[in-house]
């Protein structure tokens, strides 16, 4: 059992005045529409319609915020720990053109000043990566290396291994030359290849002493 097991859906904001409070560690998912920001947050959680809250058009300007929770040391309730955000996808038409010009108020405002924004996660297509939507919140991030970058090579099945291979190479050098703050890893959504390597490097954005481990969502402090 992972703290993301835990997570449930908090709350969806539609403007910068409907977040919720910032007290605790977020961790955002951005990408192009369709890369599979909500199918990752699904297996991340082990969940399999959590993220899908709604394929409505309109409701895609919300950002979805779902809380991760564990008991709380008495063992008699829970208390939040931090959230998993999902942003609502950057289109396919023109995106570079709608993100320089802020990607939206609420998405742009959002990622430029939420203080608790503890890293982003950039969910490509293995197959596209890196297209200039994706590469204009790189250029934003890399200013901003108190935010970690996860750079996630999803949908990995439908490249051969020796592409996988290729790819993985030529981001984990570019990610080097940018810093510590980032990472890259390959992920399927739909094979669920990469949940724990994913699990891992997110538990130490939320909880980077460690000091969790050991409280996971079911255990009792006792036990
Ligand atoms: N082949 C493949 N398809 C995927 C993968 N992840 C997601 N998909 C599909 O891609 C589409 C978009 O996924 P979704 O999670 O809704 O993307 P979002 O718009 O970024 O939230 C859906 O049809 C998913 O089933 C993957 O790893 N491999
Ligand atoms: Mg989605």
């Known amino acids: 059992m992972s703290l993301f097991d835990s997570a449930r859906f908090r709350t969806s904001a539609a403007s910068i005045a409907q977040l919720p409070g910032a007290g605790m560690p977020e961790i955002a998912f951005a990408g192009r529409s369709n890369a599979g920001k909500s199918t990752t947050i699904n297996c991340l959680t082990r969940q399999g319609r959590l993220a899908f809250a709604s394929k409505t ?3 895609t300007q919300l950002i979805n915020f779902f809380a991760l929770s564990q ?4 063992g ?3 208390e939040d720990v931090g959230f998993l955000v999902d942003l609502p996808g950057y289109g396919y038409a023109k995106a570079a053109e709608q ?3 802020g990607w939206s108020d609420l998405i742009g405002g959002y990622l ?3 203080p608790s924004l503890t890293g982003i996660v ?4 293995a197959r596209r990566p890196f297209m200039p939507a994706d590469e204009w919140l790189i250029e934003f991030f890399s200013t901003r290396a108190h935010v970690r970058q996860l750079w996630l090579i999803n949908k990995s099945d439908q490249i051969n291994r020796s592409e996988q291979a290729k790819v993985l190479a030529a981001a984990r050098s570019r990610a080097a030359k940018l810093g510590d703050h980032v990472t890259v890893q390959l992920f399927s959504g739909l094979k669920k290849t990469g949940v724990e390597e994913l699990q891992e490097t997110l538990l130490t954005w939320i909880d980077p002493e460690g000091r969790l481990v050991g409280r996971s969502p079911e255990a009792s402090p006792e036990a």
């Open 57 to 59: 058009p309109g409701r």
């Open 112 to 114: 430029a000043h939420r």
């Open 99 to 101: 993100t320089r010009r």
């Open 71 to 74: 008991k709380t040391l008495d």
């Open 122 to 125: 950039i969910v490509m297509d």
């Open 76 to 78: 008699k309730g829970r």
